[in-house]
């Protein structure tokens, strides 16, 4: 699905609105994008990051992460978008799957403070273009109204 179609119909979604709204993005976004192999969104709770709706063949363990800590917490914390092309190069990454090769996190941001964010894991190496970077900043912006 080309990028532009997929967030006309994320936008449709979210205008739907109710509980399931954020849970069918991530959903859709895993269904769409076979490259996105764990499409997740963390919560900012307490100064933690909390899992909430996910998608992918298993569950993660990580579903408490300190601000600052690995990948997903450094994004929370700086507010900007990590793109990680070999996991196992950076020391910050938390494992949760021996089959995950690359990462990208999005902070999701509503009045300049960060509220959750979008974790997405590939298994391949370096899947992670500027056109998903781009793209997914655009979803955060959607999403953060809806968090």
Known sequence: MKREEALDRISQLLQRGGPGAVKDVVAALAKWFPQYSWVGIYVVRDGMLVLG?????????????????????????????????????????????????????????REGVVVGEIDIDSEMRDAFTLVDRHFLEKVAEMLSSHL
Do not use: M
Request: aromatic share 6%; with cysteine.
């Open 53 to 109: 709706p996910w998608n992918g063949p298993q569950a993660t363990e990580h579903t408490r992460i300190p601000i600052g800590s690995g990948i997903c917490g450094a994004a929370a914390k700086s507010g900007k978008t990590e793109v990680v092309e070999d996991v196992r190069r950076d020391p910050r990454y938390l494992s949760c799957f021996v089959s995950t090769k690359s990462e990208i996190v999005v902070p999701i941001i």
